[in-house]
């Protein structure tokens, strides 16, 4: 992989242990020789991330619509660095530039990107991989939710696959390394009948 999309807060989080995950993630990209693209930011989890990797030499590529550039929250050391129009423009001009994404904790901001890449993923628009770096459990509550969509018939048990999950980063990469994407044909045929559109074929 060349270059992974991260999606993280903007805040450095109420513990330091979400600090020191940003950190050891940023450490295996320099040493992995694989480059960030991520929110474009010099605060919170982002600017570790950031940091870490310029200091290293490496590439960093910074992707941030002109509203919060007005806000001076824009990094302003990055040598690549993006500037879009619109959040929806960010969110495809980072997922073009990557491999796969990651996934650390955040807000609304980032379950907004994660949320987009599996849906993405489930229509096959989009077969890159996504990967929740579990730090300290922070995402446990999310992943109960989407076992409760399951278990109620809104979200199939084989797109529960494409949540990759650990809270080890070398773990977590050689996963996104070896993912396999689902066929789409299968399942939205089955959610026709279940309809009761057995007629439409796609």
Not at 79 to 85: A, D, K, L, N, P
Not at 141 to 166: M, P, Q, T, Y
Request: charged share 25%.
């Amino acid at each position: 992989m060349k270059r992974i999309c991260v999606f993280c807060g903007s805040s450095m989080g109420s513990s330091p242990i979400y600090k020191e995950a940003a950190k050891k993630l940023a450490t295996l990209f320099v040493n992995e020789d694989i480059g960030l693209v991520y929110g474009g930011a010099n605060v919170g989890l982002m600017k570790i991330l950031a940091d870490t990797l310029l200091e290293a030499g490496k590439e960093v590529i910074g992707v941030m619509p002109h509203s919060l550039i007005k806000n001076e929250v824009a990094h302003t050391e990055l040598e690549h660095f993006i500037e879009v129009e619109t959040m929806s423009e960010r969110k495809n001009k980072m997922a073009e530039l990557s491999d796969a994404f990651i996934a650390l904790p955040g807000g609304f901001g980032t379950l907004d990107e994660l949320s987009e890449v599996l849906t993405y993923n489930q229509l096959r628009i989009c077969d890159k991989p996504l990967g929740f770096l579990n730090t300290a459990g922070y995402y446990d509550k999310f992943l109960d939710f989407v076992d409760h969509a399951v278990a109620a018939g809104f979200v199939r048990s084989e797109h529960r696959k494409n949540l990759i999950v650990s809270d080890d980063v070398a773990i977590l990469i050689k996963k996104l390394q070896s993912y396999q994407p689902l066929e789409t044909e299968k399942w939205i045929r089955d959610i026709k009948e279940e309809s009761g559109n057995k007629q439409q074929r796609i």
